[in-house]
């Protein structure tokens, strides 16, 4: 077997006190707060980019399994959404016990595709399985990540 081994870099320099820019390859992604809570917030927080991350690694492995398969589709969507075991820890509040940790993430994939429903499951399995980010946050998170197929 052959040593495939690689590693990914991203650099990330502070801009302010919620304000960083991660650099990977010539892509420029900037973030907000670790986990922001203002819906005006000018930037993504760290927590939703990482839940974006997620969805378009489930997005694109399911499109390269389906491609694969000869499996027609037409459309992908990924709805994730996330919570944490105490928010309020990580804001420091005075008092407060617990974990700032992502304690579950629950979403759905949603497929538009003529394909037959086994078959769009057969997809579905294969992509768990060779994501890497799904396969990661799979044993550290309550992951829940259902198949919406729509015709």
């Known amino acids: 077997m ?3 081994t690689h590693a990914w870099t991203v650099r990330v320099r502070a801009d302010g006190p ?8 010539r892509h420029v992604l900037r973030l ?6 203002d819906a005006e917030a000018p930037l993504p ?3 939703e980019a990482l839940l974006a991350a997620l969805g378009a690694d489930l997005l694109s492995t399911f499109a390269a399994t389906a491609r694969r398969a000869r499996l027609p589709h ?12 105490n ?3 990580h804001l420091g509040v005075i008092g407060e016990v617990g974990s700032p940790r992502i304690a579950a993430i629950d979403g759905t994939l ?3 595709s003529d394909a037959a429903a086994p078959d769009v499951e057969r997809a579905w399995a294969v992509t768990r399985a060779r994501s890497p980010l799904y396969t990661t946050l799979e044993r550290s998170v309550a ?7 729509t015709p």
């Open 2 to 4: 052959q040593d495939v």
């Open 18 to 25: 919620d304000d960083a820019t991660a650099h990977a390859r």
């Open 32 to 37: 907000g707060a670790a986990a922001g809570f």
């Open 45 to 47: 927080s760290a927590v």
């Open 74 to 85: 037409d459309a992908l969507e990924a709805v994730l959404r996330c919570t944490l075991d």
């Open 87 to 89: 928010p309020l820890v």
């Open 110 to 112: 949603y497929v538009s």
């Open 143 to 149: 992951l829940t990540v259902r198949l919406c197929p």
